[in-house]
């Protein structure tokens, strides 16, 4: 299964218009791409004189669009194929006149005839100087666009190439690319599913400086809250400290500890359709964390540690739980037995057992290897794939338990 299988065939119009921005727009399209989407390039006249149609061809493999080509063979009806194919209309740079036709329905161009013939959603990036930016005009026609159920997405606040620092920067096209999944997510199989997922280590403070942790990245449950949002599912991450971006679309909760996680989880869990507790949650902490740094001149100190509260346990036991528990066990022996037993112990709907003892599997690597345990005794052993992968492997059984119930 395609890592994010709902994205895959969607067809996204780009609008790239007169901006220096340009170069960022052919990551976009190039990012965009590399998930399956198919990516329709227009480029105005002006955008034409930064970079060439050849550019966005060479990293979509499909043809890029000009205004001459609204006069070619495909004659007048280009831009209305080109608008219902659309599953998605992105302008990124979007300039302050093509905010301004954008706005106001003038089609005078092969960009602005398709986002007037257009019906899908429109998500706009604004590039340009701080002072155009602040114009009442451009304020008026972006206040206008906004009305009409324009997503718009920045500018941001930096160096402009005018050289002046201030608000008009195009927004960086992970975002971008982050907003436009969630766009094309929408309408997928988890349509109006609530899923609740967590992710990461959490750490629990010995004293101001020092705490328990562990090997957990946040990649897997971070994986599975962005496939979930590819799928158009509403999502609630619940992370603990990591390095990694929170996916766009997602509420993030951040928490350190995990009786932080328990509050967050069991607030988040409330009227969701499923949890996927991915988290490597702390068994232990420090029965009383020190108030001050405990000093080295002392000697090393004896930690007595108490029981975490268990997260799944308290969840499958709360009135309305949601319809679809998932939990997860990294195991370095005994796989497939330890697993059964956290399956039951913990009333699980499917339990994910990772293999931790192989290098390509469980904590901070890309890949996983994982046996997919249900309720009704079924195991399903999928071989070494991408965490993305590993996500859809489990939000398709997570999708039909869903649909069963
Ligand atoms: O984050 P990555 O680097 O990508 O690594 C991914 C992962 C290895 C952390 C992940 O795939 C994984 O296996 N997570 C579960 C880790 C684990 O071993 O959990 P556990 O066996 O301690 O707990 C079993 C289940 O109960 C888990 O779903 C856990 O979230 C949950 N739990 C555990 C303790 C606790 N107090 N409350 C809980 O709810």
């Known amino acids: 299964m395609p890592t994010t299988s709902n994205l895959v065939g969607k067809r996204a119009v780009l609008g790239v218009t007169g901006s220096i921005a340009c170069y960022k727009a052919v ?15 227009i480029l105005t006249r002006a955008a034409t004189q930064f970079v060439t149609p050849l550019t966005f061809q060479s990293v979509t493999g499909r043809r890029a ?20 194919a659309a599953n998605l209309l992105i302008v990124a740079p979007a300039t302050a006149n093509t905010l301004a036709k954008l706005a106001n329905g ?3 161009n092969l960009l602005s005839l398709t986002a007037v013939a257009n019906t899908a959603p429109l998500l706009v990036a604004p590039a340009m100087d701080g002072g155009m930016y602040e114009h009442p005009a451009t304020q008026d ?36 690319v982050g907003w436009a999944r ?11 599913r609530r ?27 971070y994986a599975i809250a962005q496939t979930a949002l590819d799928l158009g599912a509403d999502v609630t991450l619940v992370s603990g400290p990591t390095a990694l971006a929170a996916p766009v679309g997602a509420e993030v909760v951040q928490v350190t500890s995990a009786d932080e996680m328990l509050a967050a989880v069991l607030a988040a869990a409330k009227g969701a359709d499923a949890l996927i507790m991915a988290a490597a949650v702390a068994d232990f902490k420090p029965a009383q964390a020190s108030g001050q740094k405990i000093k080295r001149a002392k000697g090393a100190p004896t930690i007595e540690l108490s029981a975490n509260p268990d997260i799944l ?45 192989a290098k390509d599997a469980g904590f901070e690597v890309d890949t996983n290897r994982v046996v997919i345990l249900a309720r009704d005794g079924s195991q399903a052993e999928l071989p ?20 069963s119930k």
């Not at 990551?27 to 390039?41: F, H, N, R, W, Y």
């Not at 609740?196 to 449950?221: F, H, M, Y």
């Open 141 to 176: 026609n972006l206040a206008k666009l906004e009305a009409q159920g324009a997503h718009i997405v920045g500018p941001a606040s930096g160096h402009l190439a005018s050289g002046l620092k201030g608000v008009g920067r195009m927004e960086e096209p992970a975002l971008l």
């Open 106 to 108: 003038i089609a005078d």
């Open 384 to 403: 070494l794939m991408s965490k993305a992968e590993v996500a859809a492997a489990l939000l398709e059984r997570v999708d039909k338990l869903l649909e």
């Open 27 to 41: 990551d976009i399209a190039s990012k965009l791409t590399q998930l399956g989407v198919e990516v329709d390039v």
């Open 182 to 192: 969630y766009w094309l997510g929408r309408g997928g199989p988890l349509q109006g």
């Open 313 to 357: 346990q308290a969840v499958a036991a709360m009135k309305g739980r949601p319809a679809v528990l998932v939990g997860f066990a990294a195991e370095s022996q005994d796989l497939l037995a330890n697993a059964a037993k956290k399956l039951k112990d913990k009333d699980l709907d499917l339990l994910v057992a990772n293999d931790i003892s």
């Open 65 to 84: 669009y000009r205004d001459e080509d609204l006069w070619g063979d495909e004659g007048h009806v280009l831009h209305i194929g080109i608008a219902k």
């Open 195 to 221: 899923l609740v997922v967590s992710a990461g280590g959490t750490q629990e403070a010995i004293d101001p400086v020092r705490v328990i942790a562990n090997r957990s990245s946040g990649k897997q449950g």
